[in-house]
């Protein structure tokens, strides 16, 4: 990866687990990491202990409130003014598009939970424009860097 010293992991439901393995990795590579997960409620949140266990900064964004920042995950980064050099992210699309908008000019990298009619590239239905054309998820993905994709 092309991880900075600060990294921020920012998972959104199904999201936040493969952003688990990514913390080991870089906090065992010397990397400060800081994690936002958001969810609706505070009964869906799940491996916020164990990424507290990894010595991660963790916050929460709940969309109702019940716990963490009440909204979505970049009102955690906005309030909390999070410092952070380069930025990994898994969740559902208006969420990639948000933290997109919301990074400026930081690099990083987006991994789409996209639906993947074939698995193998033929149907086009998991495509995203890049600055390169189209990528599919299925085969080009499910990770694809931030400055190539176009919305």
Do not use: H
Request: charge should be negative; charged fraction near 25%.
């Amino acid at each position: 990866s092309k991880a900075g010293e600060r990294n921020l992991l920012v998972g959104g439901g199904v999201g936040v687990p493969p952003m688990y393995n990514l913390a080991k990795t870089l906090k065992a590579a010397g990397r400060q990491v800081s994690v936002v997960m958001g969810f609706n409620a505070e009964d869906e949140i799940f491996y916020a202990e164990e990424f507290k266990a990894l010595g991660v900064d963790v916050y929460v964004a709940t969309a109702d409130g019940s716990v963490g920042t009440k909204g979505f995950v970049t009102d955690v980064i906005r309030e909390k003014a999070l410092q952070y050099d380069y930025f990994f992210t898994c969740g559902p699309l208006p969420m990639l598009k948000a933290l997109y908008d919301a990074t400026g000019e930081i690099g990083g990298q987006l991994s789409f939970e996209e639906r993947m009619g074939c698995g193998f590239g033929a149907c086009m239905g998991c495509s995203c424009q890049t600055k390169y054309g189209t990528k599919r998820i299925c085969k080009d993905g499910p990770v694809l860097l931030k400055e190539e994709v176009i919305w």
